[in-house]
């Protein structure tokens, strides 16, 4: 259960966190779109998937959501590992990615296709998850 001094702790991260990315941003208007879809991801969202941000932050769409400028993606991720580092980490840790695959028996969700799912090692309908976890020790 949150406390009021967790929010206060998380706030100020947050804002730390996105002092440091917000000059990626080449213009105003992308920049507090980024930080609305950042905020909108650690919200209430009951589904987070474009649609349901794009809903919740007032657009029609996901494409005004996502932006039309490319950004460094090199450079975000180097400004993402300085603040975990900094605010969360440990200096030799590094972000590990998982990739897990889910079997699907229906055809609703988003991203269910037929694809290589390795816990099985066969192709089935499933959707693909990408994760991250830090480690220090190298795994």
Do not use: C
Request: hydrophobic fraction near 40%.
């Amino acid at each position: 259960m949150e406390t009021q001094r967790d929010v206060e702790i998380w706030t100020a991260w947050f804002e730390a966190f996105f002092a440091r990315i917000a000059g990626l941003f080449g213009r105003v208007e992308p920049r507090l779109t980024a930080r609305a879809y950042l905020k909108a991801l650690m919200g209430a969202i009951e589904r987070k998937n474009g649609w349901q941000i794009a809903a919740y932050l007032g657009h029609r769409t996901p494409e005004r959501v996502k932006g039309g400028r490319a950004w460094g993606v090199d450079r975000l991720r180097d400004r993402v590992r300085e603040f975990v580092v900094e605010y969360l980490g440990h200096p030799l840790a590094v972000l590990v990615l998982d990739e897990r695959s889910f079997l699907k028996k229906g055809k609703m969700s988003v991203g269910v296709a037929a694809q290589y799912a390795g816990g099985t090692q066969r192709t089935a309908r499933s959707q693909s998850s990408r994760r991250t976890r830090p480690s220090t020790d190298g795994h």
